[in-house]
């Protein structure tokens, strides 16, 4: 029998409010739902009557699976919000910093209050009550709706790194049915252009025009197609015609692609130690970065939960279903001591003053930066094994927890 121990999040209302420095702005009509929407556990859509001038909002005990917080957003009566009870395994909660009295929020243990911001922007703009709440910063997860984007894309636009903008526009094909176009990269410019008029007036068939017309131009210059759904373009008139490109580029840039393999420094007497305690680490590992960025490699990847980096052991798995799809991946043995393993460890641990080297890899020329930064973020989010950093000193090996660093 499973016992869900809610956990209460409180502050004290009389402290001053912190300053937010982007306002978000609702439109008039957003402001204040009459019903708040959500789904169940088995995926039924259901509503309940809201009362808006009502401080507290209880939602408890209604097997919610799915839950959009912006539909709270801006509620300046709510004091008290009730979630626990439910079945909600990851709730962002950015749409709440606008609910300015919100002094109490009540969430199950196993639900992970997330952020697309990082803790200094959250810190800066948030009340304690959504602070204290915030168990994972730098979510790469679904938001379901434009209001939910919408309240997040001004902290991004002006205090985060422009992948996260790249997320929030990749969200928001998604959530105009146009998911099926992939990894578009049209460039920051272009992105950040129709993100605002999709957050501003909406969807329309002129922006759903405008999308197919700049994936016709990367298709017909030979870009990478990385996520696209092929299937889906015969849905749309004279794409279809352009799916033996697709398939012709995406075999090209399987051609001479290899997989850097970097040594692990570890002694066998720490090997030996790990095992006792039912742990193993592998002395070789895999560069997947460059994989992650051509379309079967992504495909295979995902699905595989990978991150960038894997044991050799791992790979294999990895060659196998490259192999069904009729591609070898060759191996490059790297001369170099990787002390620290990953290339999302050795970006936190940078900033941490600790250094490592960097492999050498080949980015397609076609991929913009940002693109490329937020593949593999997205990588790491998704993938739980990188969460777990392995690293060695000069004198042994350690293992660092770098949630405990971030």
């Known amino acids: 029998m499973n016992i869900r121990i809610p956990t209460i999040i409180e502050f004290d209302n009389r402290k001053e409010d912190k300053p937010h420095n982007h306002p978000i702005r609702y439109r008039e009509s957003e402001r204040l739902n009459d019903t708040l929407k959500y789904i169940t556990s088995d995926g039924i859509h259901r509503e309940k009557e809201l009362d808006n001038h009502s401080s507290t909002i209880d939602l408890s005990n209604l097997d919610i699976r799915h839950f959009d917080t912006s539909q709270l957003a801006s509620n300046q009566s709510l004091r008290k919000l009730r979630l626990n009870g439910n079945n909600i395994e990851r709730l962002d909660i950015t749409p709440l910093i606008t609910c300015k009295k919100l002094g109490t929020l009540i969430l199950d243990g196993e639900t992970d209050a997330e952020t697309i911001l990082s803790y200094e922007t959250m810190?800066?703009?948030?009340?304690?009550?959504?602070?204290?709440?915030?168990?994972?910063?730098?979510?790469?997860?679904?938001?379901?709706?434009?209001?939910?984007?919408?309240?997040?894309?001004?902290?991004?636009?002006?205090d985060e790194p422009d992948w996260k903008v790249i997320h929030l526009f990749q969200n928001a094909l998604r959530v105009i049915d146009c998911g099926w176009m992939g990894m578009l990269d049209?460039?920051?410019?272009?992105?950040?252009?129709?993100?605002?008029?999709?957050?501003?007036?909406?969807?329309?068939?002129?922006?759903?025009?405008?999308?197919?017309?700049?994936?016709?131009?990367?298709?017909?210059?030979?870009?990478?197609?990385?996520?696209?759904?092929?299937?889906?373009m015969k849905h749309y008139g004279d794409l279809v015609m352009l799916i033996d490109d697709v398939v012709e580029q995406r075999t090209a840039e399987m051609k001479n692609q290899y997989v850097p393999v970097m040594t692990f420094p570890i002694d066998k007497a720490s090997i030996l130690l790990l095992e006792s305690v039912g742990e193993s680490v592998d002395t070789h590992y895999a560069d997947l970065r460059m994989l992650w960025l051509t379309s079967y490699g992504f495909e295979v990847l995902e699905s595989l939960s990978m991150g960038t980096t894997c044991e050799m052991r791992e790979f294999s798995k990895i060659n196998e279903a490259l192999s069904s799809l009729g591609f070898e991946i060759k191996t490059?043995?790297?001369?170099?001591?990787?002390?620290?393993?990953?290339?999302?460890?050795?970006?936190?641990?940078?900033?941490?003053?600790?250094?490592?080297?960097?492999?050498?890899?080949?980015?397609?020329?076609?991929?913009?930066?940002?693109?490329?930064?937020?593949?593999?973020?997205?990588?790491?989010?998704?993938?739980?094994?990188?969460?777990?950093?392995?690293?060695?000193?000069?004198?042994?090996?350690?293992?660092?927890?770098?949630?405990?660093?971030?």
């Open 123 to 158: 810190n800066d703009i948030a009340k304690e009550v959504l602070l204290d709440a915030v168990e994972t910063y730098d979510a790469l997860t679904f938001l379901p709706s434009l209001n939910s984007i919408r309240a997040s894309y001004e902290y991004v636009r002006n």
């Open 186 to 232: 049209i460039g920051m410019k272009e992105s950040k252009l129709i993100l605002k008029q999709l957050l501003d007036s909406g969807n329309s068939p002129e922006i759903k025009d405008r999308l197919i017309s700049l994936l016709v131009d990367k298709i017909n210059h030979n870009h990478p197609t990385i996520d696209l759904d092929i299937q889906m």
């Open 332 to 406: 490059n043995l790297d001369s170099r001591v990787y002390p620290i393993i990953g290339w999302r460890n050795r970006k936190v641990l940078e900033g941490q003053g600790i250094e490592s080297p960097e492999p050498e890899i080949k980015l397609p020329k076609q991929l913009s930066s940002e693109m490329v930064e937020y593949i593999w973020q997205l990588a790491e989010f998704r993938s739980n094994a990188s969460m777990t950093l392995v690293a060695a000193t000069s004198d042994e090996p350690i293992r660092i927890d770098l949630s405990k660093l971030e």
